[in-house]
């Protein structure tokens, strides 16, 4: 079973929050990416001061860096992407009686899976991003062109920033 990282978690919920407003059965690929593109609004919660933690950086922190970091490198404005994402999504015809957990789609499932296995054994935001990088499919990779950014290009660019991330990382925390 793979590690799950408190901020990947905090992403999957942005993405099932995202497919419930706009009445998806399921969590799909496109909530997932939109989910990554909202860590900056969580990182707030995870500084080591609200944590109680007295350490420099928390693994949280450095997690949430390293994606702003990724960010910047292309000076993605990652609200501006989220929203334009956002309006060409379709909307589902599924209906909701209120906040239960959606589950994921068979492809979300097979890139959680992927995730796991680049992120070898734990789930985190970087992982999840370039799994969806190497397959983003017509809509996410047509709104990175349009944002002027290659997604393979941008794969490589995760797993480097996620090695780089991973050297902020305490070695004694588990997932």
Request: proline share 3%; with cysteine; net charge neutral.
């Amino acid at each position: 079973m793979a590690r799950v990282s408190r901020i990947s978690s905090v992403a999957y919920e942005y993405a099932q929050e995202e497919a419930r407003k706009r009445s998806w059965q399921h969590v799909e690929k496109e909530h997932l990416f939109i989910g990554i593109l909202s860590i900056e609004k969580a990182k707030i919660l995870f500084t080591p001061a609200r944590l109680g933690m007295d350490r420099h950086v928390s693994d949280d922190e450095a997690e949430c860096n390293g994606i702003k970091e990724l960010f910047g490198r292309f000076d993605i404005d990652a609200a501006a992407l989220r929203r334009t994402l956002r309006g060409r999504l379709p909307r589902g015809a599924f209906h909701h009686s209120g906040d239960e957990i959606l589950s994921q789609s068979e492809e979300c499932g097979a890139l959680n899976l992927r995730s796991a296995q680049i992120g070898r054994g734990e789930i985190n935001s970087f992982s999840v991003f370039a799994a969806i990088l190497e397959d983003p499919g017509e809509l996410i990779r047509s709104l990175l062109c349009e944002f002027i950014i290659e997604p393979r290009f941008l794969l490589k660019q995760t797993l480097v920033a996620q090695t780089e991330a991973k050297k902020n990382y305490s070695p004694s925390t588990v997932y």
